[in-house]
């Protein structure tokens, strides 16, 4: 097992930069995920731990050891893709030991540990098959056997689970994150989807335009986002944003043209009496027939357990998460009240978090 450290990394494809100066450290058998949208850099940082690409400034470190220079094969680190990458004219378990045949192991060597990768994973009676005659979620499991039986310093997943359908996704992102405790080795895991991000992580960075926008704990991050980037990026559905004025009692947002009076009483000093962006998650806004402010709406969405609405408030888009069933139409008013305690004001110049 062990560390993994980025300092000031960057990465450069002519006149293009795709990775600006990013640092993180890894602690030895954390399980860290890089999370960003499409582009933001998140692949390009994992290869480059890989070894897949050339680091263009600043140190990688494995194990307290750089690998600026070193080869793939040399950084004892083994890589999940989202492909799978199987070999069509081999079994499981030849899949499984092919790794292991290339760098010389013996045969019983390979057994043995091509044997207990598939008992950790329940693939024991699918040794004999072909990857035709597999699921998705049992190629995956494969692909993880097969990164296993290295018995590597380092996992890299590389969005293993966006070929899988929702309901196996869950179920896979569950035995992932289970074999990861199990095994304790250190695991950098990249994916685009934040509910994966959330639910697995020790740590997560979130990335943008090749940057680092934010390091931490899943919950320090849904509580304490640095800007309103973070604050949309995690959390589903998205946090609401509004446009509008604080008093200069610090007790009441005026929302957007309308000016529509909310109460917030425990907003920030920094935002008295200024222009800010109110930030509200969904499901931190509550029915309040008597201190709540009226809101048209818009869109009814019940999912069973919750009411999903999309209304007009302030003249803003807002989106709630009810956890009730409610009966409600298109065009009706809804009194509705923000849970004081979890707003959160942003600087509408600079969308950084006015702590």
Not at 30 to 36: A, E, I, K, M
Not at 275 to 303: F, K, N, S
Not at 318 to 334: A, F
């Amino acid at each position: 097992m062990a560390s993994v450290h980025i300092q000031n990394a960057r990465k450069t494809f002519g006149d293009s930069t795709v990775l600006h100066d990013v640092s993180v450290d890894m602690d030895d058998g954390s399980f860290v995920v890089l999370v960003g949208p499409s582009g933001c850099g998140k692949s390009t940082l994992l290869r480059m731990i890989a070894g897949l690409e050339t680091i263009s400034g600043g140190d990688i470190s494995i194990g307290g050891k750089s690998v600026n220079r070193l080869a793939p094969k040399d950084r004892d680190i083994a890589m999940v893709f989202q492909s799978y990458a199987l070999y069509p004219q081999m079994t499981v378990a030849q899949n499984m030991g092919f790794s292991l045949e290339l760098i010389g192991a013996k045969k019983p060597e390979i057994a043995t540990k091509v044997e207990h990768a598939a008992k950790i994973l329940g693939l024991e009676p699918l040794l004999s098959r072909y990857p035709r005659q597999l699921s998705g979620g049992q190629r995956q499991r494969v692909a993880m056997g097969r990164a296993i039986v290295r018995d590597p310093k380092v996992f890299l997943f590389d969005e293993p689970l966006s070929n899988l359908d929702a309901k196996l996704r869950v179920q896979m992102r569950a035995e992932i994150k289970a074999l990861q405790k199990r095994l304790g080795t250190t695991t950098i895991y990249v994916t685009h989807d934040q509910i994966e991000a959330m639910t697995m992580a020790d740590k997560i960075v979130v990335m943008r335009d090749g940057k680092v926008e934010q390091i931490g704990a899943p919950l320090d991050l849904y509580d304490r986002p640095a800007n309103t980037f973070v604050a949309s990026f995690i959390g589903s559905p998205s946090m609401n944003f509004i446009e509008g004025v604080v008093a200069n009692d610090g007790k009441t947002f005026f929302a957007g043209a309308e000016k529509l009076g909310i109460p917030i009483p425990l907003c920030p000093a920094q935002a008295v009496g200024k222009a800010v962006l109110l930030g509200v998650r969904p499901e931190h806004i509550v029915i309040d027939r008597e201190a709540g402010v009226p809101a048209e709406v818009w869109v009814v969405e019940p999912t069973g357990a919750e009411t999903h609405l999309v209304v007009s408030l302030g003249g803003a888009q807002v989106t709630c998460v009810l956890k009730e069933r409610i009966s409600l139409q298109e065009g009706q008013t809804v009194p509705l009240a923000f849970d004081a305690s979890l707003c959160h004001f942003f600087d509408p110049q600079t969308t950084l978090r006015l702590v």
